[in-house]
């Protein structure tokens, strides 16, 4: 009996040694682990344009109470990369119904973060994205690593936060992809409300490009391409640099 015990928990001991070195050895884990940190949840507080004065001032003296989420990424100290539309206020139709609002109600928004209010720096609405300058500082911030467009089926991983928990989907890359005009990448993964500013990785842990929006029909996760990001980022740092 003593033996048979023995054996057992050593080749218990074997097999969970094997499936930790398994799961260190694996691609999406260390990616994961290396760039959870960076994602962040975007708290959004969305109203009608145009409300009644003195709502507007209760509204400013009141608490932060958002009523929807999107997330984004650190890409600099102080700096958030996100999607345009998630600040923006120009949500699909069937969102506003969510909301409670009517399909051509014009919406308003105010985005925070670590539940500072954060400030829109810079935009491309053609590539659907944003740069916010928040008020929190790292030191432990690393810059941003993108990587050029993935072969077909090549792994990807989506970090997001819409909300108190990180959320991760694995899938694959599925090429280019145009839509209403403009070129977009795509992947097959998993997507939902909240994801819209959320960083996918290809396997070295660089960026791919942001998760936009999401096909229902096909199944594809719409992507703003990493080249677009990197451009945005240099636009602003040169506009900086020249109006210090």
Partial sequence: MTRKIYVSVVAFTTLLVASVQCLADNPASRVLKQ???????????????????????????????????????VVGDGLVMTSYHVVSGRLSDSNKLKLGFKPEDELEVKAYVYGCEARTVKV???ADLALLRICTQSNKTKPATFAPVPANGEQVLLIAQPGSQKM??????????NFRGFDYLS??????????????????????????????????????????????????????????
């Fill in 168 to 177: 991760v989907r694995r899938g694959s890359f599925h090429g280019t992809y």
């Fill in 35 to 73: 760039q959870e940190r960076y994602t962040i949840s975007v708290a959004l507080e969305i109203h009608k344009k145009n409300r009644n004065p003195l709502v507007r001032i209760l509204s400013s003296l009141s608490t932060v109470a958002p009523n929807a989420y999107g997330s984004g990424f």
């Fill in 124 to 126: 491309d609405e053609e």
């Fill in 187 to 244: 992947a097959r993964i998993e997507g939902q409300d909240g994801f819209s500013g959320s960083p996918i990785y290809d396997s070295k842990g660089e960026i791919v490009g942001v998760f936009c929006c999401y096909d229902w029909k096909r199944g594809l996760a719409l992507i703003s391409p990493a080249t677009k990001v990197q451009k945005l980022l240099s636009t602003y740092d040169s506009s900086a640099t020249s109006n210090p």
